[in-house]
């Protein structure tokens, strides 16, 4: 059986914590590294949520920009539709009234 002496005691006591520091600043140095990246992710990630939240903001402009132009478009619309109603009425009337000259010649007419 073997005996240990108070130095080889001292000496594994002396390498086990060397050991445990190695470890810890190794587990330092991969948390700081990581702490790094995540830390450069979120700048990249709120920088992109930043622009696209501007372009909604864009788009919402540009959307009420045309809903604007629509309205208008859709009042010239319903003008021109009542003009051209109406030209399609007076028009109606006058080939009637020409056809019922024609077929009528004989027709009192209020002079």
């Known amino acids: 059986m073997a005996t240990f002496t108070e130095n080889d005691l001292k000496e594994l006591k002396d390498f086990i914590v060397g050991q445990f520091k190695e470890v810890n600043d190794k587990i330092d140095k991969s948390s700081e590294q990581l702490n790094g990246k995540i830390d450069r992710l979120s ?12 372009e909604v903001n864009n788009l919402r402009v540009d959307i009420a920009n045309i809903k604007g132009e629509l309205t208008g478009v859709n009042k010239r619309l319903d003008n021109l539709e009542f003009t051209n109603r109406t030209i399609f009425v007076a028009i109606v009337t006058a080939l009637m009234a020409g056809l ?3 077929f009528f010649p004989n027709l009192p007419t209020n002079p």
């Open 43 to 54: 700048e990249q990630l709120n920088s992109k949520i930043d622009k696209l939240s501007e």
């Open 100 to 102: 019922v000259k024609l």
